[in-house]
């Protein structure tokens, strides 16, 4: 229902400033389809304002995200704005992102950020087999064992570094100075991030066994939600005219 009145004040050239769309348009072009909207559906081009309602319905002042969803605070701060313009009162707080400096967005395996819409993400709960699969598919270059090779510059590093401590990432860097092989470094990678993943994916693996108990888990965090938004919700459809209707 907000995600609606939202969409009422949401300018059309707003959303296709989305990253996710202009993803998507991007695809077809390269593919030669004549139409660059060639698969996107309202879901996926209307998505933004969907969680523009996620975070305005409970008043959030301050979300963390990552660097590569600033964008999605900022929608929601434009179409709060709007919205308490046209209807002359502060109805919605106007959220801030808190970003993480320190915290990098990762590369996926061609090279490009790391997101569903290029297909190129590597699932923190996969197989132990499926894992390594993907580790091995992470675009290098074709330098030689023993030619010298730049960290800076490689996915595969990154992701080493994004688990390992300061000194292992050092310790990383300097075999590349003396030119590891990518076939070795990829193995290197795959058993370090393994290590580290196979204790939550575990985890994983036997909260997916159980979906009563998520079930149970949603249902209560659900219940707890409409009993928060439902004050905010009173007041906004008074605000735009539907109060008498409910």
């Known amino acids: 229902e907000l995600m609606w009145m939202l969409s009422c004040v949401c300018a059309k050239g ?3 400033r989305a990253h996710a769309y202009k993803a998507a348009v991007a ?21 933004p304002v969907l969680m523009a309602a996620d975070i305005l319905m409970f008043n959030a002042n301050k979300v963390p995200v990552g660097r590569d969803q600033i964008q999605h605070i900022e929608m929601a ?6 919205f308490n313009h046209l209807f002359k009162g502060q109805y919605f ?15 996926g395996l061609d090279g490009r950020k790391m997101s569903k819409s290029y297909n190129n993400t590597i699932p923190l709960f996969v ?7 993907l580790v091995r598919k992470i675009k290098t270059n074709s330098l030689e064992p023993g030619e010298p090779k730049d ?7 990154q992701i080493f570094s994004a688990f390992a401590s300061e000194s292992e990432a050092l310790a990383m860097r300097q075999q590349y100075a003396e030119g590891i092989g990518w076939g070795e470094a990829k193995d290197r990678v795959f ?33 707890r939600a409409r009993e928060e938004a439902a004050v905010t919700m009173d ?12």
């Open 14 to 16: 707003l959303m296709n």
């Open 27 to 47: 695809e077809n072009e390269e593919a030669g389809n004549q139409d660059p909207d060639k698969g996107v559906t309202m879901g996926l081009f209307g998505y």
């Open 77 to 82: 701060r434009d179409m709060a704005g709007r």
């Open 93 to 107: 707080v106007q959220p801030e992102a808190v970003v993480d400096e320190k915290v990098e967005v990762l590369k």
């Open 127 to 133: 197989s132990e087999k499926k894992l390594q699969k």
């Open 151 to 157: 960290p800076d510059t490689c996915t595969l590093f």
């Open 191 to 223: 058993e370090y991030v393994n290590a580290h993943l196979s204790a939550p994916r575990e985890r994983y693996n036997a909260l997916m066994e159980d979906p009563a108990h998520i079930e149970a888990v949603l249902q209560k965090g659900a219940e």
């Open 235 to 246: 007041r906004l459809r008074a605000a735009v005219g539907l109060g008498r209707f409910v």
